[in-house]
């Protein structure tokens, strides 16, 4: 794991000085409410319907069992004993109070945390891929580069008032589990002729607008990385739309002036930009490397005892396959049936930074889909890594399933929803709760937005569900055929909408179609594409 | 009004001119840049200018910050002035795009401007003040 030098830690303690600072004055009535938006929007403290919510940045999602232990304690003092994973791979806390926030960031602060740029219209925090350094099917470790960027987009002068939000993703294996092309830029890193560098992807998004990133530049070396994003940046900064801020995103200048013009515009900025002399030398992606080599394995491969049943499903849903042979990636769903997707208890994220400390070499993940991961749990420990889980609540078999329910705050929180999302997916999740039906119908993706900004990446879900006020009521649009892996997809509406429990039946309808059509492993997903969108619509609407 | 002004030189007296009017003449030394105007047209008059206003009509529009990079990184030594909905905030950060003096219609406060600038010590990337990166403190 990263750890910060003197410069690091100098620069998050400058910014709660300076939060400090800005709270103070806002609470004397010396800057206004208007006044005071975009300074507390650049350090992720949202006015939400009912309080303050406060967004700490995770990057990359990677964390120690210290900084988990800091979010647990955070949760317990400062807000109602429990936080929210997003599915940017940060964490959400609902109940803050204003005048304890540079405390808070403060606190955060002593573990090497903060709340820079999760909110804002500026470069957010760099997203990437939870199995980073674990998966077997990786070029490299992403992280080092995700390090890079962090730093590099920290307090960027140039890009600090962008059109709108800007969001990065940075992945190393061929399978995307980082929704790489629904970011406004996905780097994929690969190695050409022996070197490394990046794909890059620009204008992805979900949003009202979903889009699939097109491939800008084949292979951009590591040393011209930031040039190049630079230029990819500069190009949006200048023309990208600021007339409405609903085709401010990058993929709306992309989709008018065309990738192949884009492209033409950031190669021109490039030549220019590269004579600046801004890249690091490969020097510091070297030092920044040298935090995340691997740990030191020391397991033999034996396979776990899989006596106990409960434990056996366990192990096939949620654990992975490692690259070091003897170890594995244990997932640890955050959704249990009925519960609130993402949500975790102080005690249980105490549980969860525990058990990381003993059995995972001190590390955890944030996943996008709103679960965590141990990334390096030796098999020999399988089971009472699962029995510390169970015991907390934690042993959820559900990853990837049905009840593995990616959902924004919704209505219940979010000052910009128009309808519920929780209580859908605790109504989705209890119907299917019997595990034995929801292994049947395998891996299905299923994620719900309680507004048109997909915060609940409804467009990517095999199915999507997208909450809508229709004349004061909340209205519920199913979506089919998204995916956010890489098999990229965007959902399509499948017609009128339902009410709450209207689109929990038409859910289950779905999956009875999907049993009936499908072919030999075929999941949801593949059989829609299949047998295409009028199957399901007659037996829904028919 | 000019509230703050980094630079030792005499102030220009001359009245700036639009991009469009400087274009079509001009001897003009100062000219304004608009949030649309592509700052790239000034490059070949750039030993003439004393002045370049860029206006910022509302702090959110940031194409202004690009523009002084632009203008810095193509060699322009005169002065660069941010003019319109300029807040303490933004100061440093149009500091490091290479702006030197500030004409804000709100008035600011002069000692949290100076905090402002004085609040982080290093920075991580290079742009168009001196600053030095950190990768660069790093690495020598």
Redesign the interface.
């Known amino acids: 794991m990263y750890k910060y ?1 003197n ?2 830690q ?2 998050v303690d ?1 910014r709660v ?2 939060f400090r ?2 709270v103070k004055r806002r609470i004397a009535g010396e800057i206004t409410e208007d ?1 005071f938006k ?2 507390r929007l650049m350090n992720g403290l949202y006015l939400q319907l009912h309080a303050y919510m406060l967004r700490v940045a995770i990057p990359y999602g990677t964390l120690d069992s210290t900084q988990m232990r800091m979010l647990a304690h955070i949760a317990r003092k400062y807000d109602r004993d429990y936080g929210h994973f997003t599915t940017r791979q940060n964490i959400q806390y609902n109940w803050i109070k204003l005048e304890e926030c540079a405390d808070i960031l403060e606190e955060l602060a002593t573990v090497e945390m903060h709340a820079i740029q999760t909110s804002g ?1 500026c470069i957010r925090n760099i997203s990437s891929d939870q199995y980073a350094g674990a998966a077997a099917d990786e070029v490299v470790d992403p992280r080092p580069w995700a390090e890079l960027l962090r ?2 987009s ?10 709108r939000k800007f969001k990065i993703a940075v992945i190393a294996s061929s399978e995307d589990r980082a929704a790489m092309r629904l970011h406004d830029i996905g780097l994929e890193l690969i190695r050409q002729d022996g070197e490394l560098g990046a794909r890059v992807f620009v204008g992805g998004g979900m949003g009202r607008t979903p889009m699939i990133a097109p491939e800008i530049n084949p292979f951009v070396k590591a040393d011209d990385l ?1 040039s190049y994003l630079e230029a990819c940046l ?1 190009v949006y ?2 023309y990208g739309r ?1 007339d409405n801020i609903y085709k401010a995103r990058i993929k709306i200048l992309i989709h008018e002036i065309g990738a192949d013009e884009y492209r033409r515009q950031v190669a021109e900025e490039f030549a ?1 930009v590269k004579t ?3 890249d ?2 490969l ?2 992606l070297e ?1 920044i490397s040298a935090f995340f080599a691997p740990p030191a394995y020391d397991a033999s491969d034996v396979e776990p005892d899989r006596s106990d049943p409960d434990f056996a499903v366990w192990l096939d849903q949620n654990v992975k396959p490692h690259k070091q042979a003897g170890y594995a990636i244990v997932n640890i769903s955050l959704k249990p049936i009925g519960g609130i997707p993402g949500d975790a208890t102080s005690a249980q994220i105490d549980v969860m930074a525990d058990l990381a400390e003993k059995y995972s070499f001190d590390e955890l993940r944030v996943t996008h889909a709103q679960n965590i991961v141990l990334p390096y749990v030796a098999k020999r420990d399988l089971y009472a890594v699962w029995q510390g889980l169970r015991d907390a609540e934690l042993a959820d078999a559900n990853l990837d399933l049905i009840s593995d329910i990616i959902a924004c705050p919704g209505l219940d929180y979010c000052s910009l929803a128009n309808a519920r999302s929780i209580p859908v997916a605790q109504k989705i999740a209890t119907r299917f709760a019997d595990m034995d039906r929801q292994r049947d119908l395998g891996e299905l993706k299923l994620k719900i937005s309680g507004c048109i900004n997909a915060c609940g990446h409804h467009h990517a879900g095999h199915i999507g569900i997208l909450g809508v006020d229709r004349k004061g009521v909340e209205n519920y649009q199913l979506t089919f055929g998204g995916s956010g892996a890489e098999d990229v997809s965007i959902g399509k509406i499948i017609g009128p909408g339902f009410d709450e429990d209207g689109v929990v039946d038409a859910v289950e309808k779905a999956t009875e179609v999907y049993k009936a059509l499908r072919q030999g492993n075929e999941r949801f997903i593949d059989t829609y594409r299949r047998v295409g969108m009028n199957p399901f619509k007659e037996a829904i609407y028919g | 009004m000019v509230e703050f002004r980094y630079r030792s030189d005499e102030v220009t007296e001359q009245p700036s001119v639009t991009l469009d009017a400087f274009l079509d003449q001009s001897n003009a030394t100062a000219v304004r840049l608009e949030p649309d105007d592509d700052a790239r047209a000034l490059i070949p008059f750039l030993d003439r200018l004393t002045l370049i206003e860029v206006a910022f009509p509302k702090y959110r529009d940031g194409r202004g910050y690009s523009a002084a990079r632009i203008l810095r990184e193509a060699g322009y030594q005169g002065e660069l002035r941010a003019q319109g909905d300029v807040l303490v905030d933004q100061i440093a950060f149009m500091r490091r795009c290479g702006f030197d003096s500030f004409a804000p219609e709100a008035s600011l406060n002069p000692e949290a401007v100076a905090r402002a600038l004085s609040n982080y010590d290093h920075v991580y990337q290079k742009a168009a003040d001196a600053a030095v990166p950190i990768w660069k403190l790093r690495h020598g």
């Open positions: 030098d410069y690091d100098a620069i400058a000085a300076d600072d800005q006044q975009p300074l219209n730093q590099w920290t307090f960027h002068p140039e890009f600090s008032y962008l059109p930031l500069r900064n200048r600021r220019h600046l002399g801004i690091p030398p020097a510091e030092r």
